[in-house]
């Protein structure tokens, strides 16, 4: 069993993001896995104003909003799940922010410490997820995280419940 975190970066709460992430947990808890799911349009996160703060005091952002609670599930889970519409390319600004604001988190636990697994799972009206593929690539092989998988485009329900349904 594994803690999965999914960070939700869709503004619309019912959407094609949001059919992707229930066909995922779906598969996810029938493998006895536990997923908590935070909706990051909802919530009040800032931008990482890069003051470097947080390199030198241990990991703590000086930033007060709910980059605290995204921390504390971070902390919490062993796999963190990404999911996002497509804007201009890449996921939204919501969900960018948040993975700027885990540098501190990085700092926090250690580079090695912060040791994840991770998946994709994106939205589009078109099919060029090229940019989006290569900034998640560059960030989980910075990472050194294990990628359980990808799943690309509205409609692929049974792709998602069955990445979710293999992580163990």
Excluded: H
């Excluded at 094609?16 to 349009?41: D, H, P």
């Excluded at 890069?50 to 005091?57: G, I, K, M, R």
């Excluded at 250690?110 to 078109?126: D, P, Q, S, Y």
């Amino acid at each position: 069993m594994k803690r999965i975190l999914i960070l939700n970066g869709s503004p619309r709460k019912n959407g094609k993001t949001a059919s992707l992430i229930k066909a995922f947990t779906e598969g996810a808890e029938t493998s006895g896995n536990e997923v908590r799911n935070l909706y990051i349009s909802e919530m009040d996160i800032k931008g990482c104003i890069a003051c470097e703060a947080c390199s030198q005091n241990g990991g703590n952002c000086i930033q007060k909003d709910d980059m605290i609670q995204v921390n504390e599930a971070v902390e919490w889970a062993e796999v963190i799940v990404f999911a996002s519409p497509m804007y201009w390319g890449i996921i939204t600004g919501q969900l960018k922010i948040v993975i700027d604001r885990l540098y501190a988190e990085c700092n926090k636990l250690g580079w090695k410490g912060f040791n994840k697994e991770t998946a994709l799972i994106m939205t589009a009206r078109g099919d060029y997820y090229q940019q989006s593929l290569d900034f998640y690539s560059i960030f989980t092989d910075m990472m050194k995280w294990k990628n359980w998988g990808t799943v690309l485009g509205a409609g692929k329900e049974k792709e998602a419940y069955a990445i979710g349904a293999s992580i163990n």
